[in-house]
């Protein structure tokens, strides 16, 4: 059964209010048990299972911080949607290996994520304005 754009939107929403909140555990729950999870660039490469998609978010939460999500635009097709969007926040830590010194942040994300029936999130595929990252946080 094809999920409703709203219905894809309202778990998006679910998903990315419990990335703001840094709660692994949410976020997780959001997910399928047997989830393909790929950050591009992301150096374990695409992982299978929550419990193996626990570490990217683990430091994803320790190297941004105050993270909002502005939607630019989403795309959909039966049980996928395209989320281009804008994070806004803070580095603290060392996102995507770079010295963050607690500097204002801010760059383009696009997801692609496919849905099982059951409305949870079965593929999520993460591409990274890297360029913008690397510009903001040079190193001093």
Do not use: C
């Not at 555990?25 to 047997?34: I, Q, R, Y």
């Not at 994803?60 to 969007?85: A, C, T």
């Amino acid at each position: 059964m094809a999920l409703s754009p709203a219905q894809m939107d309202s778990k998006m929403d679910e998903h990315f209010g419990f990335e703001a909140r840094d709660d692994v555990k949410g976020v997780l729950a959001t997910l399928t048990s047997d989830v393909e999870h790929d950050i591009v660039g992301w150096p374990t490469g695409a992982t299978h299972g929550r419990d193996n998609a626990r570490g990217f978010y683990e430091a994803l939460f320790n190297d941004l911080s105050d993270g909002k999500f502005e939607h630019l635009r989403r795309l959909y097709g039966p049980n996928f949607m395209v989320d281009d969007s804008m994070w806004y926040g803070r580095a603290p830590g060392r996102p995507f290996g770079l010295e963050g010194q607690d500097r204002p942040l801010k760059f383009r994300l696009l997801h692609v994520i496919e849905f099982a029936d059951s409305g949870d999130i079965k593929r999520e595929n993460v591409w990274v304005d890297l360029a913008a990252i690397q510009q903001q946080l040079p190193p001093r």
